[in-house]
């Protein structure tokens, strides 16, 4: 399965995913890293990896649609199956989410549906809720939305500062974000509607759908 990821800045999520395809047996390669920002300081972490990296800067472009379809151009032309959106910071159009239905994967700091948007640390701070976390999901055209792959939970400590719980749940989205990659490319997640459901694999290899997983 070949992987593309898109960032705009640190890329410390796409680090660890490609970090993770890179061991032996991984069963997915990431074949570019994109950024919409030439500053981006992944970037150049993927080259150091022997990655390609591409810039496809959204200021180059009146509409956000034209940006977007240089990047399908681009992404197309790489033979890429899946997109992972890893701190890419810009929203995508309809018309971008639906060519890529169900091959799109973004990372959220939060236990979504919980707390969508930006400012995701404070806003669950100021709730009083006990647990936040991590979500991986297939992304669809409303913000942070879409059927939901794999998700941490994260407690809310007391003194937590917003950048405490941040920090926290970082290192989860980082075993959640390759796992979630795993599963999609073993090829044990279907989407039902706005549901995943996640098989486990028999002896032989082969999916079994294990109710219970879900
Ligand atoms: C991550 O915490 C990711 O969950 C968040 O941006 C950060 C990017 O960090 N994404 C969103 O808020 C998307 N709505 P990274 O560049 O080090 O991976």
């Not at 197309?76 to 929203?91: E, H, P, Q, S, Y």
């Not at 994260?154 to 980082?174: G, Y």
């Not at 490319?185 to 039902?192: D, L, P, Q, S, T």
Request: aromatic fraction near 6%; hydrophobic fraction near 40%; charge should be negative.
């Amino acid at each position: 399965m070949k992987v593309a990821i898109l960032i705009s800045s640190r890329g410390s999520n796409m680090q660890a995913l490609v970090n993770a395809t890179q061991k032996e047996g991984f069963p997915a390669e990431v074949v570019t890293v994109l950024s919409n920002n030439p500053e981006a300081a992944g970037l150049q972490f993927a080259k150091d990896k022997g990655i390609e990296t591409k810039v496809i800067n959204h200021r180059d472009f009146d509409e956000r649609e034209d940006f977007d379809d240089a990047i399908t151009e681009y992404l197309t032309d790489k033979k890429v199956d899946l997109i992972c959106l890893a701190g890419f910071m810009r929203l995508l159009s309809a018309k971008f989410v639906n060519r890529w239905r169900d091959r799109i994967l973004n990372i959220h700091p939060s236990l979504l549906p919980a707390f969508k948007g930006l400012h995701v640390h404070e806003r669950a701070i100021e709730s009083g809720a006990r647990f936040t976390g991590c979500t991986v999901h297939y992304v669809r055209p409303e913000m942070d939305d879409g059927p939901i792959i794999v998700q941490a939970a994260v407690p809310i400590l007391q003194d937590d500062t917003p950048d405490d719980l941040a920090a926290r749940i970082l290192v989860q989205e980082h075993k959640i974000y390759p796992l979630a990659l795993k599963l999609i490319a073993e090829k044990r997640v279907k989407v039902h509607g706005s549901v995943c459901k996640i098989s486990e694999p028999d002896e032989d290899g082969t999916s079994i759908t294990n109710p219970q997983t879900r």
